[in-house]
């Protein structure tokens, strides 16, 4: 498979979706965010999502058309209606506007509504972390973990994700969901016939199981058992309730076209690092780093990420065989 | 062991206090504090940190005499100092200028610097939501857990802390350490010569360890693994990066008389839900609510913490009788 370049990439993503009725604006946001993160390696929310987002532009789970819209409701909060569009143009506008807003307040708040699957939150974080700035983004996603001794979904996989500066190197960047493993991994070992391993899933009866297909009927594990399910509540307040979207367990798959928009909801928090009255966070994050990376083996979160994508800027990014064969070479 | 009321307890502890040098107001903050722990079946930070407490009043490395300042530095933004003194009435400071803040700008932020071991974090909390705000709190600890991949501690137990009103009922609240379980567990275990089950520690090579005595020198496990050691990092950088605050390797113990005073550092989020510019957030917890407990099983974080407290309220609690033979009955 030869490759493109990332701009060559993007330009040919974005074609593909105003090519089935997005608008411009939005189509080149999504091929960005898809671009970046099939060059970072995370394929799950890469060109694989495009077959996925184009069916449900098609079936109008996504409406292409939507533009978001931000409106400032106090001093330091901002309500983004997505507008039951792709989510990355509304990240962009909120990402786009905190800044100047952090800067008055020294912390800052966007809630995302109406919204829908908003991919490898590690890149919107660290955008705000490249302008030097502390942010933390919660998601929710649809229903995949049970409550601590429940047998049912109530709440998303609901990642949360972490940047901050680090100066005179690139951003520190974490993005973590709160499940143990993707879900990806369990639909993966059911295809093959593959028992999965003990903790990543419940059945539907809430007991452990090695099963892929009596995972895939039950529940995916939080990670560290019930606080990590107690995190999960927290992101589902934070992303969801917050925002007035829907919950977990309410919203439509990001992988279909059954159903109404999944109209699920993001929160971005923003931290002027300097909005504190004192000097200190350049020094004591440097020494921190420090700590980290004087050990063997051990490295700040992000750094494989950081590597693949500058691979991916030197050598460019393969286009999907099956799509470029529809739709043309870029 | 006879049973005092809350309302005598405290004022006991805060006599012991005083009797030690503490000022009389910070005095009963920290005893409100213990009690209300001790209350709640959270024993840890309950009224066996007297002894502690004490040790480190004497020796210098809390200042019985400090009194905490807050400074509003940004629209949204407040600085708080607590001079090395107790943690308790640093919060309290913040806990009592926020609401009015976060009422002008929908989300606000105290740091805390020179500050010191906080205790049980859902209480600080939950005192915000029981105004009907959202909360989150990020503490440092001294070192415990080892960044992923490396063998020395980094990073504390570095709890997080989360709490938000539902309707007409007491506030949910989650409040959880980032290690797989207290290192007061291993301390017990290895007084009594018993093996720890595997991933609670990690010996000196970084290797999992169920000796008690090896994982007393060795690090803790995070929740999770690397995903828990990454929100270590998150809360180590929003607790001591952002407050100017000691890191937690550069932190001196909470429990003991050596070094100087220990310097971490706290920090509050706090969230108007009506901030946003929508009236759904009541509907939407409650709804979230309603579909947890609709499942046998599963409830509410926090419920165990609340009954133990009601019960306390009705009945009071024990005074250790070690501290009642030496300072008097209450």
């Not at 992101?235 to 990001?254: I, K, N, P, Q």
Request: hydrophobic share 50%.
């Amino acid at each position: 498979m030869s490759k493109v370049s990332l701009e060559a990439a993007r330009a040919w993503v974005a074609g593909v979706f105003i090519g089935n009725g997005a608008r411009a604006e939005a189509a080149r946001s999504v091929a960005a965010a898809l671009v970046r993160a099939e060059a970072e390696g995370l394929k799950g929310h890469g060109l694989s999502r495009i077959p996925t987002y184009l069916t449900m532009l098609t079936s109008g789970k996504i409406d292409g058309a939507a533009v978001p819209t931000a409106r400032r409701v106090r001093a330091a909060t901002l309500a983004v209606d997505a507008a039951n569009g792709f989510a990355y143009p509304a990240v962009d506008l909120a990402l786009a506007e905190l800044p100047a807003i952090v800067a008055e307040t020294g912390i800052a708040a966007a809630t995302i509504s109406r919204s829908n699957h908003a991919g490898a939150l590690g890149a919107h974080v660290e955008a705000l972390a490249d302008r030097g700035l502390i942010a933390l983004f919660f998601a929710n996603t649809p229903e995949a973990i049970a409550p601590a001794g429940g047998t049912k979904a109530v709440y998303g996989t609901n990642p949360i994700a972490f940047a901050c500066p680090l100066p005179g190197r690139p951003a520190i960047v974490v993005d973590l969901a709160l499940s143990t493993v993707a879900r990806g991994n369990i639909v993966a070992a059911n295809q093959k016939g593959e028992a999965i391993p003990e903790g990543w899933a419940l059945d539907t009866e809430g007991q452990p199981t090695t099963d892929a297909a009596k995972a895939l009927k039950g529940t995916m594990v939080a990670l560290g058992g019930p606080k990590g399910t107690a995190l999960a509540l927290m992101v589902e307040v934070l992303a969801a309730a917050l925002t007035g979207a829907h919950l977990a367990f309410e919203a439509s798959s990001f992988l279909d076209d059954k159903g109404p928009p999944p109209g699920t909801g993001q929160t971005i928090l923003v931290i002027d690092p300097a909005g504190f009255g004192h000097g200190a966070f350049g020094e004591r994050i440097t020494t921190l780093a420090g700590a980290i990376e004087a050990q063997a083996g051990a490295r700040l979160p992000g750094q494989r990420r950081l590597a693949l994508r500058q691979k991916a800027e030197a050598e460019g990014i393969a286009l999907p065989a099956d799509l470029v064969a529809k739709y043309g070479p870029a």
